[in-house]
Every structure is written in C-alpha cells, then in structure tokens.
C-alpha cells in the first residue's frame, strides 16, 4: 500500500528482456532512497507496485511481468527517464495523499498542457469504460502521484478526458515536469470508489 506521496524520483540506468518480462535497473537521486530498503520490499515505479530483487549502494533492480507492461508506461521506459518513487507505507506513514495500492488500472494520453503563474493542468485522456471510477474533486494517482480530479472535461462513448492541477512543490519532485503533450502515464482509480461501484452493479443485476 502507497499513500500517492513521491519520495523521490529514479533514473532508469539498464532495462534488459528476459523471455516476456523486462527486468530494470533504477538509480535514485537522493542517496538516502535506498536506506532500509532490503530485497523485497515493496516501491512504487510510476505508480506501479514491483519488488526489490537486488540492490547495491546507489540502485536497485526490480522485474515486470507481461501482464503489468500491459496496463502501465513501463514497457516504454527509455535508458536515463525518470520515474516516480515511494516506498510502501508503515502502519506510522501519515496518509497525506490517498490510499492508492500500486495496482495500475490503465494508461492515460497527456493531451494538453496549460502553464499558468504559479501551477500547471494537465488534461488527460483515457478509455471511456473507466467512467464510473471518477468523480469530479474525487482522487486519483497517476503516475503513482495522488492528485485530485479537478474537472472532468469531455466524455463520449470512446474517451474520457480529466483535468488535475500541479502545484509547483509537486511539479519540482515529480516527474511530471518531464511530461510532455502525448506522451503516456499510468492511472489508478480511487480503490474505495471501485468497491462501491462494484457493489451497485452487482445488486443492480
């Protein structure tokens, strides 16, 4: 379990195929990341939850399977990217963000981006069958970033397209100030929003 709060981010320094999988070397900025963190422990890369296989001083190696390069970014990393880090919370971690479990439901196309003084939006767009996950003002992770869905700006029966708010602490440690129009971030629904759907379709049948 992650609380959507990024600790820090990693650079990707080998990405390697072995048989249908990718296995990943990832350096952190901060040389502190990594103390405590033990072969494995849980982390999240993007949002996406992967186990520690090994580390050393200053990286760690983790592998994705086929079914997560599926459904996350990760199968399209390149050598020297940067991706979100958080290492899973403690029964004393404070819940600053929202309980976000490292399960990447889709992709998400970064469609536009507006710079304004002190914050930036980004307008998303993803598959339109994940329409009853969202709410407006309700929350979100992408990129294993919890943030909150400040408008949900266009919807028909293809596409969905939200909008969310960056301020400039979060825009500074994240790598959404990496992210460009196009390019491709991970997207985990809000769990208890799930569950509650879920519960509504099965007496509704």
Same mark, same amino acid.
């Given at each position: 379990?992650?609380?959507? /709060?990024?600790?820090?981010?990693?650079? =990707? /320094?080998?990405?390697?195929?072995?048989?249908?999988?990718? *296995?990943?070397?990832?350096?952190?900025?901060?040389?502190?990341?990594?103390?405590?963190?033990?072969?494995?422990?849980?982390?999240?890369?993007?949002?996406?939850?992967?186990?520690?296989?090994?580390?050393?001083?200053?990286?760690?190696?983790?592998?994705?399977?086929?079914?997560?390069?599926?459904?996350?970014?990760?199968?399209?990393?390149?050598?020297?990217?940067? $991706?979100?880090?958080?290492?899973?919370?403690?029964?004393?971690?404070?819940?600053?963000?929202?309980?976000?479990?490292?399960?990447?439901?889709?992709?998400?196309?970064?469609? *536009?981006? $507006?710079?304004?003084?002190?914050?930036?939006?980004?307008?998303?767009?993803?598959?339109?069958?994940?329409?009853?996950?969202?709410?407006?003002?309700?929350?979100?992770?992408?990129?294993?970033?919890?943030?909150?869905?400040?408008?949900? =700006?266009?919807?028909?029966?293809?596409?969905?397209? /939200?909008? $969310?708010?960056?301020?400039?602490?979060?825009?500074?440690?994240?790598?959404?100030?990496?992210?460009?129009?196009?390019? /491709?971030?991970?997207?985990?629904?809000?769990?208890?929003?799930?569950? $509650?759907?879920?519960?509504?379709?099965?007496?509704?049948?």
């Amino acid at each position: 379990m992650f609380t959507g /709060i990024i600790q820090d981010m990693g650079k =990707v /320094i080998s990405k390697k195929s072995q048989g249908d999988s990718l *296995k990943f070397s990832v350096k952190p900025i901060s040389k502190t990341f990594l103390k405590n963190v033990k072969t494995g422990d849980s982390i999240s890369i993007n949002g996406a939850c992967m186990t520690v296989e090994s580390r050393s001083a200053g990286s760690f190696e983790f592998t994705t399977v086929m079914e997560s390069l599926s459904k996350t970014n990760l199968s399209i990393l390149k050598i020297d990217d940067l $991706v979100n880090l958080e290492k899973a919370m403690t029964l004393a971690s404070k819940l600053d963000g929202h309980i976000v479990q490292g399960h990447v439901d889709t992709t998400g196309t970064v469609k *536009k981006i $507006v710079t304004n003084k002190d914050s930036w939006e980004f307008y998303i767009e993803f598959d339109s069958k994940f329409r009853e996950n969202i709410i407006s003002i309700g929350s979100i992770a992408v990129n294993g970033v919890s943030l909150t869905i400040a408008e949900i =700006v266009k919807e028909d029966s293809k596409k969905i397209q /939200i909008k $969310v708010a960056i301020i400039p602490h979060t825009f500074e440690v994240t790598n959404f100030k990496t992210l460009r129009e196009k390019d /491709i971030v991970n997207l985990e629904f809000d769990m208890l929003g799930k569950y $509650v759907n879920r519960i509504f379709k099965k007496r509704n049948k």
